[in-house]
Structure formats: C-alpha cells, structure tokens
C-alpha cells in the first residue's frame, strides 16, 4: 500500500519570499513521485515528477523538488514566489505494489500575499 | 498540445435526478479516471478504466457507475443524485504514470 501526507493544509507568504512545500510518503518498493498545482477554477497539472535518476528534480515555472529516499520526502520549493503562485498544490505517488494509479494528498493551499 | 475536456463546467441537478458527466481524450491513452475533489479531503478515485469496456472500482464508488464504449470517452453516472454528491468532478487520462486533468466539472445537487 501506498500513502501520502502533506504536512501543512496552508501556507501563507509574502511576494518574494522562499517557500518550502512538505510531502512524506510511504510504500514498501520503489515509487514515483508527482506534484500537481491547481489555479483556481481549474483542473490540476504536473509542475514535476521523480521517476529515476537524479534526486533534484525541476519542474515548470521556476520549482523544484528533492527526492529523499531515507526520509521519504518529496518537498517542493521555490526561491522567490509570485502572487501567481497563489493556488493548490497536491504531492502524488504512484508505483507501489506495482500500480500505476496514484494516491495523492489532501493538498496544500499557497497563498501569497504581496 | 494534449487535450482531456469534460462536458461541462458548472452543472445544478435536483435530488433524484439521473446525472451523466462525460470525458472525452484525445492522447489516445487506455486509462482514464473519475475523482471528486472536496475541500480538505483531496481526491478521492470514484472509478477507472484500462480499455474500453473494462471498468474498476476506486475508493468511493458507491452511488455512482461509469461507462466507457469507446477508447476516448468516459462517463460517470450518477444514477439518483443526492445532495451529498455536490462535489468538484475531475476526469484524467493517462498512459503510464503522469495523469493528464480535465478542467473539472462543479455539480451541484439542490
């Protein structure tokens, strides 16, 4: 079984500022790993994916993510964010057990404030 | 560019009424989704589909049925709508492991 747990349901932050968005997942064989955001009124798309390979993993419009195999951490950052970041960002994993649906989780809200 | 449109944006049904909400793909993909996506619980997998005709359970199916006759298309159905069904819908299709999102579908049940 496979699982997902994003630590903090809100996170507010000023224009400008770093942001650290945290995921922990679980499964017992190797998994991918996915972060989506959501704008308002939207459906969801992929900002990045782990499959293999490196750890470090960019994705669009300037984030990136770390894959931690010991801590079984997915944390998406950002240097400097926008007010246009302002949306839902859902962490996903797929693989475990050998399915290839995804489990994602509850979602973290962003909201920054300028 | 990739392309997964859902029949309709926002959508106000009455109790009882029989809802059909359709998805259509145009990646040529064998698996296609439903989630309903409510504050603070995420999204949740209603039903799936691998191949045309075939069908499985998610997590949450109970109340609603799906259809999927031609390899593109997905439809969910609610077949006696309840207000407790007043959701945020999103289909997604997907070959392997990215999952491509429809704009999502916002039913409302009175």
């Known amino acids: 079984a496979q699982s997902v747990t994003q630590l903090d349901s809100q996170v507010p932050v000023f224009e400008e500022a770093p942001v650290e968005l945290r995921c922990n997942y679980s499964s017992s064989v190797s998994v991918y790993l996915f972060w989506y955001v959501q704008y308002p009124n939207q459906g969801l798309q992929l900002l990045l994916k782990y499959l293999s390979g490196s750890t470090l993993v960019k994705g669009i419009n300037g984030f990136e993510a770390e894959f931690n195999k010991s801590q079984t951490s997915f944390h998406l950052r950002k240097p400097s964010v926008h007010i246009s970041d302002t949306a839902e960002y859902f962490c996903?994993?797929?693989?475990?057990?050998?399915?290839?649906?995804?489990?994602f989780g509850r979602g973290t809200s962003l909201i920054v404030h300028p | 560019d990739v392309k997964v449109t859902q029949s309709s944006r926002y959508l106000v049904k009455r109790t009882g009424e029989k809802v059909f909400l359709e998805c259509v793909q145009d990646m040529d993909h064998e698996n296609m989704f439903w989630y309903r996506q409510d504050p603070g619980l995420g999204l949740r997998l209603i039903y799936f589909s691998y191949d045309v005709k075939m069908k499985e359970k998610g997590d949450i199916p109970e109340g609603y049925s799906v259809s999927r006759e031609k390899k593109e298309r997905f439809s969910l159905i609610l077949e006696s709508a309840s207000t407790n069904q007043t959701s945020m819908y999103l289909c997604?299709?997907?070959?392997?492991?990215?999952?491509?999102f429809g704009p999502g579908t916002r039913l409302t049940v009175l």
């Open positions: 996903a994993v797929a693989g475990g057990g050998g399915s290839y649906i995804p489990t």
């Open positions: 997604a299709s997907s070959r392997r492991n990215e999952q491509f």
